[in-house]
């Protein structure tokens, strides 16, 4: 690299591109309410839709009479299966290759299921006739426990698949099995654990969660009958790949549907289905003329949208007595609800949870997923995580620590000894993928130094004999993770939804006067995209952030891409961006050639122009070149400065990081405290700091949420228990501790920028370290591990169940 | 159901509608008046998304019908700014220390620090926290926002002294 002057500095911090912490140019707007989220949206002469929803988690419905509620004056229309059916959208195709009502069907699967759509002309008369609704349901018998729903004499819930024995993903082996999911090599595994000196074992569930993103899910939906075109404004994850999906359905031609993602309030995976509210709005629209809204309530929202996890994973790991690990052996039975609607990559029944040999050089391994139907509502989507990585991680992160208490090790010691190795990469796993880069071990060092390890340890031993004796009641809990990610999907030789490659794209044109509008297939959801594309951009064709516009989430405008979930913007829109932005730099460098009468080949990049080699006192800027695009006839080039990238990654991403938890704990109470919280994160590039740590900071916070309370908890009757934010765990400012936050860089060898995506990252291995720091403090009583989530009461019962309270 | 008649002033306008008993305040703001500001994350009363200021204090609008704002003065977002009709200091640190993500929680927690810093101009972190308490946000971890309303404080009183 030549060294900078000052004047090139100067040039380049203008520019505001990769690696600076620039301020975010969505805030103005945010900060003064002037968001345009679609609630805020008002048409002329729009009605609301509401849905009536089953009180049953397992019933028939005998019948259904809506006239009292087409009766109420207010009321447009009501809904129901019936009137679906002839237009064949009574059931909709799920992201996973099975069905789902839309209405009720004769029957319905788990509380909160969508029964009739009421359309009336405001929310509150939609409310009223909702109530109006008299639905006559014959209740049935409700599984809820996913081994139960295995059983022989199990009721069977899919009627109308109870005879398939071929599911979407191979055999089905019973009515409520969905599929079997299975890599690595089970005989040799097998073998290895036959053979092996130590041998850990356990189950661990990774209780249901939802997302919850502030917003709720919600639509607009605008059919216009004098030109045929029908508008989908909604709170879509993926907005292109909603119009294709509602073209297939609807039968409406391609070009004929725009879907638009106006701004979105958080999504975290929530906003990645296709729900019944989007089609029966749409319906609503067609059939009244006019445009129809449907917002879900929260408790809608945490009862039948996209939950995430319910994932029970029984686990063996085998090592040597020293602590080398030899062998990894996983099945899961994976909870899915009443409908199959996991938002996973079609060929990846249970997404990418075969990272789950996460950080070490596990040789063999074995891994199968079990898939069941159970009365509870369908999503399985990946809240703030790749397709199952968090579950996948959680996983080992606790078996590992679990093998450690068996070997009589210290948990870090035992990671060290089984990192891959920087020397290693790329890695090929025992479960089929291929790390991209690493270097675990620095990155591990450089958090047992920053948290003083040892002199954790010592402290948590000073406290330990101090509670034997009598003199203190509280506890303290070290724990450490080390995740591995697998994001940034994917390659569309593997990687599809619903047969659409899992590429993603940009547009740019450059204005005459050389400012620029640069459009994605993506949609931010909170992540920034505005400005770090921009960031990109700047980098790669010397325009500044300030100078161009980043547009996202109109499929009439922007190219065609898969959105934005399982931290994929970076890892592909982010290199198609840059690609883009090389194409631009490929026809400016002719440009300014013929501009400066050189040949191509004699002038080279500078920043932000172009400079005759060995003469930098000849340039043109990016400005000159872009005007001259526009008003000179250059012999043999097209006019205009335009580029559009459609980007295939040729792999995946692996982020990693250490994250140490110290926990406070209080064995009377069971109340915790987290005293301290470091998190190291390796994403390769980093285009904003600001925005990465800021994407950290969330989602410990979503971790800490997920790992100490927060659940969707059901009776045995189907009844959910956690419907409000009374009892679904969201963490205030007050229970939030201070972050810190640190990096080291590795980049990704096959990105064009380097950068690997982070947004998930802390969800993904903050999880663990909260766990790992519960099961810890309780360690030296014999505590092997204690499912989560871990809220005061089942900590407390912990300890009670370890003799701790006398 | 009779309507009832209410007067109120909303960000220093005054207002006047016929409203049906149950409508509630948020949705009459947003819906009746356009000020799309405040948002809706529960109505149950526990996100703080709807939060504006009704006389003096903190009120989240999702749990109050509209004729109970009968005679209020009522701040949403839509009313805070700066002396200079631009960014007000707390819309301004909270974009500085990027005090937000998506957005959606935004509104709200500006409305409710704008009151916290009325009422307690010089507050320490933990009792930032605890102010701030009844306010969600699923973004950004609390963190870069408690920074955001502290620099505000410190904006402020930096003003109040160059006036004295
Ligand atoms: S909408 Fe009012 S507190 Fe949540
Ligand atoms: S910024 Fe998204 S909820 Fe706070």
Known sequence: MTEQSPVDLDRAEKLQGLGCRRKRVEDARFTQGKGNYVDDMKLKGMLFGDFVRSPYAHARVKSIDAEAAKALPGVVAVLTADDLRPLNLHWMPTLAGDKQMVLADGKVLYQGQEVAFVIAENRYIAADAVDLVEVEYEALPVVTDPFKALADDAPVLREDIADQKEGAHGPRRHPNHIFTWEQGDKAATEAVLAGAEVVAEEMIYYHRTHPCPLETCGCVASMDKVNGKLTLWGTFQAPHAVRTVASLISGIAEHNIRVVSPDIGGGFGNKVGVYPGYICAVVASIVTGVPVKWVEDRMDNLMTTAFARDYWMQGKIAATKDGRITGLWCHVTADHGGFDACADPTKFPAGFFNICTGSYDIPTAWLAVDGVYTNKAPGGVAYRCSFRVTEASYFIERMVDILAIKLGMDPVELRLKNFIRKDQFPYQSALGWEYDSGDYHTAMEKALAAVDYAGLRREQAERLDAFKRGETRKLIGIGVSFFTEIVGAGPVKNCDILGLGMFDSCEIRIHPTGSAIARLGTISQGQGHATTFAQILASEIGIPADAITVEEGDTDTAPYGLGTYGSRSTPVAGAATAMAGRKIRAKAQMIAAYLLEVHDDDIEWDIDRFVVKGAPERFKTMTEIAFAAYNQAIPGLEPGLEAVSYYDPPNMTYPFGAYVCVMEIDVDTGETEIRRFYALDDCGTRINPMIIEGQVHGGLTEALAIAMGQEIAYDENGNVMTATLMDFFMPTAVETPTWETDHTVTPSPHHPIGAKGVGESPNVGGVSAFSNAVNDAFRPFGLTHAQMPHDHWRIWRTAQQLGLHG | ?164
């Open chain 2, 1 to 164: 159901m009779d309507k009832l008649h209410v007067k109120l002033q909303v960000n220093g306008k005054p207002v006047e509608a016929l409203v049906e008993p149950r409508l509630l305040l948020i949705h009459f703001l947003r819906e009746e008046l356009g000020l799309t500001g405040p948002h809706i994350g529960c109505e149950t009363s526990h996100c703080g998304a709807c939060t504006v200021d009704i006389g003096g204090r903190s009120v989240k609008s999702c749990t109050v019908f509209t004729a109970q704002a009968n005679g209020a003065e009522i701040t949403t977002i839509e009313g805070i700014e700066g002396a200079d009709g631009g960014l007000h200091a707390l819309q301004e640190m909270f974009r500085e220390h990027h005090g937000l993500q998506c957005g959606f929680c935004t509104p709200g927690m500006i409305t409710r620090a704008w009151r916290l810093l009325e009422e307690n101009p010089d507050p320490s972190e933990a009792e930032i926290r605890q102010g701030m308490a009844g306010n969600l946000c699923r973004c950004t971890g609390y963190q870069n926002i408690v920074k955001a309303i502290r620099a505000a404080a410190d904006a402020r009183q930096a003003q109040q002294e160059a006036a004295e």
